[in-house]
């Protein structure tokens, strides 16, 4: 499985971005698709998931009502509002057959994209 990940870049604080993410080569008939992030200097944390399998998203407490996450076919949407200096990261995408209740960790993912930066001036 292939990851290829689009749609970052510069913008004011309060803005907005979409971030892609599509999967190709040997894909799943339905695949669990998320994203992280890891800033300068930080550990990689999560951002959110979407689950085929319980048709759940989840998110980390610092998105929630600000980042939404969408799926269509093997691409995955992550649109981000209300951005935030703090948000400033290189974001992957990830994907598992079945992330499990452990959607959170990085090691749940097999298959990773590679990162968009996305900064946020303030």
């Known amino acids: 499985v292939q990851l290829q990940a689009s749609g970052g870049g510069l913008v004011q604080a309060g803005g907005s971005l979409r971030l892609s993410c599509t999967a190709s080569?040997?894909?799943?008939?339905?695949?669990?698709m998320g994203w992280f992030r890891q800033a300068p200097g930080k550990e990689r944390e999560f951002v959110a998931v979407y689950s085929w399998r319980t048709g759940r998203t989840y998110y980390a407490d610092s998105v929630k009502g600000r980042f939404t996450i969408s799926n269509a076919q093997n691409t995955a949407y992550l649109q981000m509002n209300s951005l935030k200096p703090e948000d400033t990261a290189d974001y992957y995408c990830?994907?598992?057959?079945?992330?499990?209740?452990?959607?959170?960790?990085?090691?749940?993912?097999?298959?990773w994209g590679q990162g968009t930066q996305v900064t946020v001036s303030s």
């Open positions: 990830a994907a598992s057959g079945a992330v499990g209740s452990n959607y959170y960790w990085s090691r749940s993912y097999p298959y």
């Open positions: 080569g040997r894909t799943f008939s339905r695949i669990d």
